[in-house]
């Protein structure tokens, strides 16, 4: 009479077992499936950053990649006025909002606002589109990307692989750096904040 209880005990006990092997099965199932690479990133590696690491990306070679030629927005600064390009970029179900600074002397600035008849105090200020063209020799000298959806850290990783290094960020956050492509990613909790490139030589002692 006393065999009863412990079949129904011993029942109970292969039952937790088989649970905990089922769940440590799904576990390890889910740490080997990696997520798909972002066919634009994998592309923008070698047509965007590779180039802009060696200090050789042009705004005609950024413009061509991007939905649309974008503008050019003047910027003016106290400490320094500003020529940057702006667009957009849609590839993978993503949008990201690009923008890169020109690299035009202060002569060439001085110029240019004279020209739109602005000052360092006045307001940013769009450009002619045809300027996109005729100033596409110009170099990129750096290039920010800020997703306007949203996209996780690991999208990122798994396009362009681990950081050679990683950074808390005073405002919270991690920066993931890959100094061989010039490039930092900002990360806030589990997606991506922006994507910054800048000539290698920028992120190498």
Same mark, same amino acid.
């Given at each position: 009479?006393?065999?009863?209880?412990?079949?129904?005990?011993?029942?109970?006990?292969?039952?937790?077992?088989?649970?905990?092997?089922?769940?440590?099965?799904?576990?390890?199932?889910?740490?080997?499936?990696?997520?798909?690479?972002?066919?634009?990133l994998q592309?923008?590696?070698?047509?965007?950053?590779?180039?802009? %690491?060696?200090?050789? @990306? !042009?705004?005609?070679? $950024?413009? #061509?990649?991007?939905?649309?030629? =974008?503008?050019?927005?003047?910027q003016?600064r106290?400490?320094g006025?500003?020529?940057?390009?702006?667009?957009?970029?849609?590839?993978?179900?993503?949008?990201?909002?690009?923008? %890169?600074?020109i690299? @035009? !002397?202060?002569?060439? $600035?001085? #110029?240019?606002?004279?020209?739109? =008849?602005?000052?360092?105090?006045?307001?940013?200020?769009?450009?002619?589109?045809?300027?996109?063209?005729?100033?596409?020799?110009?170099?990129?000298?750096?290039?920010?990307?800020?997703?306007?959806?949203?996209?996780?850290?690991?999208?990122?990783? #798994?396009?362009?692989?681990?950081?050679?290094?990683?950074?808390?960020?005073?405002?919270?956050?991690?920066?993931?750096?890959?100094?061989?492509?010039?490039?930092?990613?900002?990360?806030?909790?589990?997606?991506?904040?922006?994507?910054?490139?800048?000539?290698?030589?920028?992120?190498?002692?």
């Amino acid at each position: 009479m006393k065999l009863a209880p412990l079949r129904v005990q011993h029942w109970f006990i292969f039952a937790g077992v088989a649970v905990i092997f089922f769940s440590w099965g799904a576990w390890l199932m889910r740490g080997s499936q990696t997520l798909e690479p972002l066919a634009w990133l994998q592309k923008w590696q070698t047509e965007i950053f590779n180039p802009l %690491a060696a200090d050789q @990306l !042009s705004l005609m070679r $950024l413009s #061509s990649e991007v939905e649309d030629d =974008g503008e050019l927005w003047l910027q003016p600064r106290l400490d320094g006025s500003r020529l940057l390009y702006r667009s957009e970029l849609q590839a993978d179900d993503q949008v990201w909002s690009v923008e %890169a600074r020109i690299a @035009l !002397s202060n002569d060439e $600035l001085v #110029s240019l606002m004279a020209a739109a =008849g602005v000052d360092e105090k006045g307001e940013e200020q769009p450009l002619s589109a045809q300027l996109v063209r005729q100033l596409g020799h110009y170099e990129v000298v750096y290039l920010s990307l800020k997703p306007l959806d949203a996209v996780t850290t690991e999208q990122i990783i #798994s396009s362009v692989g681990q950081p050679k290094l990683r950074l808390e960020l005073k405002e919270g956050g991690q920066a993931l750096v890959y100094p061989s492509l010039g490039l930092t990613v900002h990360t806030l909790d589990d997606d991506v904040d922006l994507l910054f490139a800048v000539p290698q030589r920028m992120l190498t002692p």
